[in-house]
């Protein structure tokens, strides 16, 4: 059986050993996950975003747990990315599982200032760009919001990438999936990542004050997305020519083939990370006995196979 995936990049294929990754911001920096997994068991590692300079977190309550998911409105908690590079990531196994970098920026000349820094980074693989930039800078909408700044955003991010991979990640909101994914891989982005979160509050009636957040809520993600994030990931799967990787939601080996028959390459674990730290881990063992049950070979034999009824 094999659970290799391989995305396709100009500098050659990039092969994961297999489908499954953590989400930015649900992992911490992986290495306080070596003593839970094995990280080398992953197909690649995503650790917390990051800026330019360290962040600061929010003061507020940043974490609250509902009925069907998770609200976190952690603010910019990044550590400084030295202290990553030159500490962290030595010690993660970048040799034989691919470490990407999601990354947030105030404006554009920091974000491609901060690409380029981060293109010289050999243990680095790649990295991923959130599209909820710029982040922090509410002067300047969203890239995505506007398709000629997303264009010309990708086209620097690209020009100074050297020969890393650049992923695109979708923002926290409902966006036009053809629009966005064909910017991206129109001007040269490597893969697409199909969800991010989606914004949600709650309310203590006790207290009469939202549970979450400075701003009363954040980004909501949990099994009660599963649904709506499955939908992003099958439509740009079919807008896409680039790799799709899916996420949201996902539970259970039976998830993931969902995600993989819905049309993505591979997938992000977001939540589910927060409620056991060896969950990937268990999940990749899961997903061996379910294809073998299945007389699945690979992935490549389901990706895409769904069909309407």
Known sequence: MNLNVTLPTPHGDLVLKNP???AAG???????YEK????NCLGAIVPNSMAITEGQPNTARRFYQSD???ISSFGANNISYKTFIHEILPRLPYETTPVFIDIKAYDL???TEFVSILSEVKELAGME?????PYGNFAVPSYWKDMEQLKEMIQKVKAVAGDKILWFKAPTAEYPVQQI????QDHGGDAFVSFNAIGGYAVDIETRKFRSGSGGGGGYSGPGIKPYAMMCAHNSSKAAKIPVIGGGGIT????????????AHAVQIGSANLMRPDFMERLIEELYELMDKMKIDSLDEIRGCAEYM
């Open 129 to 133: 760009i959130n599209l909820n930039c």
């Open 68 to 70: 069907y998911g998770f």
């Open 26 to 32: 649900t992992f911490g920096y992986a290495i306080e």
């Open 36 to 39: 839970a997994m094995n990280l």
């Open 20 to 22: 499954i990754m953590p």
């Open 181 to 184: 994914v064909s910017a991206v």
């Open 109 to 111: 000349n920091e974000l």
């Open 252 to 263: 259970c080996a039976r998830d993931v083939l969902e995600y993989i028959m819905a049309g």
